[in-house]
């Protein structure tokens, strides 16, 4: 079975700061891997989403993530956190069906402005 | 040495009893952090505070209080233990930094 694991349960960074979620899984095969956010009051959006190809993904609102196939891991990265940056993240990954997604534990991730 | 201390490693009390946890860290930091750890469910936040008298509720705060009139000190308090509440207690300090540090926990058994 697939896991996913986000090693940062709570974060707090100042506006500005550098932003790094870890996220690491577990699945042998071809992965498809996801950030998702969730703001104050509304259902989950994609930030960004890895397939194939670059590792270096883009997402939106200036948010990056890099797949390294050889430490599993997806990690969200953003060069300086905003005030409405103030969110959960999520990581996912796409099982082999492209049916179901699984989620790591959530990073709820508080700027102060 | 920096230190996120929390006062009882080992605590036993019973039911309808009022608990206190208590933290206290000395690396000054701004944010603190009440966690709960059950087998199985991970880390799970009841409440964190990020300045002095401010808290906030996390995941699981029903049947929580806290208390944060210092700016080293956050307590925890059970106003009424129940025996679901039987857990380990993670207390954590924080800069803006983000990176996180823990005391070595409380566990609470609820008879």
């Known amino acids: 079975a697939q896991s996913v694991s986000q090693h940062n349960h709570h974060v707090i960074l100042s506006e500005a700061a550098s932003l790094e979620l870890g996220c690491n899984y577990s699945y042998g095969g071809t992965v498809n891997l996801f950030w998702y956010v969730q703001y104050p009051g509304q259902h989950l959006q994609l930030l960004l989403k890895y397939f194939s190809g670059d590792p270096l993904v883009k997402g939106i609102k200036g948010f990056e993530a890099e797949f390294i196939k050889s430490k599993f891991s997806f990690n969200l990265r953003k060069p300086s956190v905003q005030w409405s940056d103030t969110a959960e993240y999520f990581c996912a990954v796409l099982n082999n069906a492209g049916n179901m997604l699984t989620f790591g534990g959530g990073t709820r991730l508080m700027v102060k402005p | 040495d920096v230190k996120v201390t929390q006062s009882s490693r080992y605590l036993v009390k019973r039911t309808g009893e009022k608990v206190f946890l208590e933290c206290v860290q000395d690396?000054?930091?701004?944010?603190m952090f009440w966690y709960r750890q059950d087998p199985g469910l991970g880390l799970r936040l009841i409440y964190f505070?990020?300045?002095?008298?401010?808290?906030e509720k996390g995941d699981i705060p029903e049947g929580y209080s806290v208390s944060r009139e210092k700016k080293e000190r956050f307590s925890l308090i059970l106003e009424s233990a129940s025996t679901n509440q039987t857990s380990m207690y993670l207390c954590g300090g924080s800069h803006d930094t983000g990176e996180l540090f823990f005391g070595e926990g409380s566990r609470l058994t609820v008879l």
């Open positions: 690396m000054d930091h701004e944010n």
């Open positions: 505070s990020y300045d002095v008298k401010m808290k």
